[in-house]
Structures are given as structure tokens and as C-alpha cells.
């Protein structure tokens, strides 16, 4: 774990300014109090970082469950009631995990993760629009389209237009143009640049900036486009802010839903963000998904325990981790590390970071995410690819995550459908000088009744008098559906003086009386039909 160490090290530094206000906002947007975010990121860091097998996934509080965790909250009476639903949601997730259930995330198509993250990095860019001018009415982390501030994703775009702040502004354009300095060309001049990232410099400018031009009413940054981090006042008052869960609420059935609920909407977005991170991930490691799931479900507990938001993998934090060259699972713990000692040492000068800097930093994230040439390769791969991919971001930008991502897997198992029906079975015309039509028909190797269709629409389409030859001799799998449907047809084929000749491994048979009783025998070879 501490081969890489000089790699991880810079990189759990910027996870951790990513990190950070993405912490704060999601807990805004969830109702819960603000330390409750902190904590998911510091567990999500430390505990299940340090149990995962994803050498570069990283797992904090989710943007797709806020909405889940402000409703609940109201509904089961209030947020220490609440935190019984996340320990049970983490208790479900181990359940999850012992039971193998992480095998479902290998059964999402490509052509949807790489739609998810472009949907998400576009999302990124759209949501920091405005922190970057200085707007920030809705709290960072809320990236679902129709926002917790009563507006929608593009609504507050134009109302960044009249709220436009010109010290945020100014130091955000500072901050962008350090990132890409050092992105494009500083990094490339030494070490000192590599192990130095860049988002550090531009945190530590954004600083110096909010300082000098405080008392400015023309460039001066006000508290509310700075980060908020609780300050405790001594170490009491720092435990304080600790909530624990009432067991007594465990009997109300409501705390259950919610806590099942966690836990599959939670597993589900760890899965896809498992999937998400392993495509980007330069050395192409695989996660054990089970592995996760039982790490996921741990850190929920221990979450839940002591006033923490429910935590899945994030694919913000995590795209980051990899784009600032983080190696090891050494990286995400450093990062939680990182929250739980600036929280405690150095809330007053985090809360001296300008927001517009951080987004300036998201920019960067989620640019790298969407790539514009990804859409022209997409596109090139042809619909069976684009249309799935393309689904799935609009999705993505005009709903959430989830939904987004249902879109694209239905329009995905949709399109394997259509596949499957396409290629059900291969027609040559072998022969008609004589006048008889000869039709060779060649079944695939599996045949099921998604097929039916097609193979009745072919069936239906032989002329009178033809002579077909039907082969199923590379046909492991016969769908008992089909073979109704020749059975049927076999009916019709002497009314339209159609003769059958049947090859498969259980013999050639011209003009079988019953197909069902014919593929009842036994195979010739070890191959079956069923």
C-alpha cells in the first residue's frame, strides 16, 4: 500500500479539497446537520477505504441519496431515529455482500458507465457555473436537475447572470488558470511540480486573496461564498456535535423501509461507481464488488453509529483520486485523514476557502469526464453504442443518477432484444432452377422466445411448394417455445405442400409428425436441447 506513497500523497490532497465542500453541501441538501456530512467523508476515507479492494475508489456521503435522507428524516421523526435506518441499511449491505449480490454490477453495458460518467462530469461543469461567479444558493453536492432550492440545474444558471460576484469571480479565474499552468505545463518542468498539485496552489491564492481583500466592497468575498465548517469552541463542544441513534425507533416499520432502501440504493450506486472507476482507471485493476459491498456496509454502521450520512463509492471523489495520479487504497485514507484533522485543528482557516475556487477545480474533474471526443467516438461505434450512451447523459443531466442510468440500461436491454431477434436464425436460398424453392434456414446457438417473432415472420413467408431444410445442429439451447411454433407450422406446411427436412445431432428426419415428441429423445451427442 505505501509503494506509491508519493503519488497518493498528492492526490488524497485534492480528493480532500474536492472533498470537502462536497461533504458540507450534500448534508445541507439532506437536511441533516452539517458535521453528519463530515463524518460520512471521514469514515468513507479511513474505515472503508482501509477495508475495500478498490486500490483507487473513493467512498463518502452520495447526492443520489439526499433526497431519500431529507424525506426520511421528517417521516421517521427526526434525524437520531434516522441514523437507526443507516446502521440497518448497513447491516443489509454485508447481507448483500455474504449473499455475492455484488455480481450485479458486471451486468451493466459499457456503452451505459461510459454514458454515466459524461452525464456526471457534464453535470459537474453545469452545477459549478454558478459557485464559480459567486452564486451560491443552492448548496454544493445537489446534482439532481430540479434542485433543493426550488430552481432547476439551467434556471440558476440565469439567475448566476444578476448574481454575479466579482471578488469569487476574479479568484476563480486565478484559480482555473493555476490549474491549468500546472496541468498543462508546470507538471512536465519537475518533481516539485508532480508532488505540489496544483489545487493545493490554487486553495492557498484563494486564501491569501479572501484575506487581503476583505475589507474590499468591490472584490471582498462574503462568509456565504466561503466554506462552512462547524467551529467548536473547546473539545466539548467539538463532541457535541456527535448524534447518536435511538434504537427505541427500531420497532417503527418505516425505519426498516428506509434502512433497505439505503442499503439497495446505496449498493447500486457503489456498483455502477466500481464499474465507473475501474473503466478509468489507467492500470485497469478489478474491485472484488462482494468486497465492497461488505466494506460499504461496515462503514454505514460505524457511520450511522456516531451521527454520520449514509456512504456509497463516489465517482467525483474517485475520478479525482485517478486524474491526480492516486495508485493506492493509501490515497482515500490519507484523504479521510485529511477531514478529520483539519475539522479538528484548522476549521477557521478552511473556512477562508472561496467556493468559486473549489468549483474551479470541479471544472477541471468533470471536463476530463466529458471529454468532446468521447461523443465522436460513441457515435462512430454505431447505435447499438451511441444510443444507449447518449440516453443515459441526458438522462443523467435532466434527472439524476439512477434515474439517468435506468434510462440507458432499458434502452440497453432493449437494443440486445432487437440483437437477439435480428439473429435468431441464417436464410440462404440454396436452389430454384427446378422450380421448387429450396430455403436452407440455420438456427443460432441459442434460440429463446425472444426470437418467436422473427422465426414466425420467416416461417409465415415460405412460398407453396417450398423445400426446406431446417438445421439446428449448432443449437445448444431450443426454447420450448419454438419448438411449439414448428410444431404449429408443421400444420400449416401440408396444407402449403411444404416439405421439412430436420438435421440435428439426433438425427436428419424429413417431415417429422411431431417436433415436441422429436426433440424429447435423447441426443446423439452430449450437446442437449431442451
Known amino acids: 500500500m505505501f509503494k506509491h506513497i508519493k503519488s497518493d500523497i498528492p492526490a488524497s490532497i485534492v480528493v480532500f479539497f474536492v472533498a470537502l465542500p ?26 472503508v477505504g482501509g477495508l475495500s479492494g478498490s486500490k483507487i475508489g473513493v467512498s463518502g456521503p452520495a447526492a443520489g441519496l439526499a433526497a431519500i435522507v431529507l424525506t426520511a428524516i421528517g417521516t421517521l421523526g427526526g434525524y437520531q431515529n434516522f441514523l437507526v435506518a443507516v446502521v440497518l ?23 451505459v458507465i461510459k454514458g454515466m460518467l459524461t452525464g456526471i462530469g457534464i453535470i459537474i461543469i453545469l452545477k459549478q457555473i454558478p459557485h464559480f461567479f ?44 493555476i490549474l491549468l499552468l500546472w496541468d498543462k505545463v508546470l507538471s512536465k518542468k519537475g518533481k516539485i511540480f508532480q508532488l505540489v498539485q496544483g489545487p493545493l496552489v490554487a486553495v492557498a491564492v484563494g486564501i491569501i486573496f479572501y484575506i487581503i481583500t476583505q475589507d474590499s466592497e468591490v472584490l471582498g468575498i ?29 420497532t417503527n416499520p418505516q425505519v426498516w423501509v428506509t434502512g433497505f432502501t439505503i442499503a439497495l440504493v446505496a449498493s447500486l450506486e457503489t456498483l455502477l461507481c466500481v464499474e465507473a472507476t475501474d473503466k478509468l482507471d489507467p492500470h485497469k485493476n478489478v474491485t472484488p464488488t462482494n468486497r465492497e459491498l ?12 456516531i451521527g454520520g450520512l449514509p456512504i456509497t463509492q463516489v465517482i467525483v471523489r474517485s475520478s479525482a483520486n485517478i486524474q491526480s495520479g492516486g495508485r493506492t487504497k493509501l490515497s482515500a485514507i490519507i ?104 430455403i436452407k434456414m440455420t438456427l443460432a446457438e441459442e434460440v429463446t422466445f425472444i426470437n418467436k417473432g422473427a422465426i414466425l415472420k420467416e416461417l409465415d413467408s415460405l412460398p407453396e411448394g417450398t423445400y426446406l431444410e431446417l438445421d439446428v445442429m449448432k443449437t445448444r439451447y431450443l426454447d420450448y417455445d419454438i419448438i411449439e411454433i414448428l410444431e404449429d407450422f408443421s400444420l400449416k406446411a401440408k396444407e402449403r405442400n411444404i416439405d421439412i427436412k430436420l438435421i ?25 436441447l431442451s
Open 22 to 47: 462536497l461533504c458540507l453541501g450534500i448534508a445541507l441538501a439532506s437536511g441533516a446537520p452539517l458535521f453528519s456530512g463530515l463524518i460520512a467523508g471521514i469514515i468513507g476515507g479511513v474505515v
Open 89 to 111: 441499511g448497513g447491516i443489509i449491505q454485508i447481507i448483500f455482500g455474504v449473499l455475492k449480490a455484488g455480481v450485479i454490477g458486471y451486468y451493466f453495458p459499457s456503452s
Open 134 to 177: 459567486g452564486y451560491d444558493a443552492d448548496p454544493e453536492g445537489d446534482w439532481a436537475f430540479f434542485q433543493v432550492d426550488g430552481e432547476n440545474t439551467f434556471s440558476e444558471i440565469l439567475n448566476t447572470i444578476n448574481n454575479i460576484s466579482p471578488g469569487a469571480t476574479l479568484i476563480a479565474i486565478i484559480g482555473l488558470s
Open 222 to 250: 462574503s462568509k456565504d461564498h466561503l466554506v462552512s465548517v462547524p467551529v467548536p469552541e473547546d473539545a466539548a463542544s467539538f463532541i457535541g456535535q456527535f448524534s447518536f441513534p435511538n434504537f427505541s425507533a427500531i
Open 294 to 305: 461488505l466494506a460499504q456496509g461496515t462503514g454505514n454502521i460505524i457511520s450511522g453509529l
Open 335 to 438: 484523504h479521510g485523514f485529511l477531514l478529520l484533522i483539519s475539522v479538528i485543528l484548522i476549521p477557521t482557516l478552511l473556512n477562508m476557502i472561496p467556493l468559486s475556487v473549489l468549483a474551479a477545480i470541479l471544472f477541471i474533474v468533470g471536463f476530463k469526464l466529458a471529454k468532446p471526443s468521447l461523443f465522436m467516438k460513441m457515435y462512430k461505434l454505431g447505435w447499438k453504442q451511441s444510443i444507449p450512451f447518449f440516453v443515459t447523459v441526458l438522462g443523467i443531466v435532466f434527472t439524476d443518477l439512477l434515474v439517468g442510468i435506468s434510462l440507458g440500461l432499458a434502452v440497453g436491454i432493449i437494443v440486445i432484444l432487437l440483437k437477439n431477434y435480428q439473429n435468431s436464425h441464417f436464410l440462404h436460398i440454396e436452389d430454384n432452377s427446378d422450380g421448387k424453392n429450396k
Open 504 to 528: 440435428s445431432k439426433r438425427g436428419v428426419v424429413e417431415n417429422p409428425p411431431s417436433y415436441i415428441e422429436f426433440f424429447k429423445q435423447k441426443p446423439k451427442s452430449n450437446l442437449s
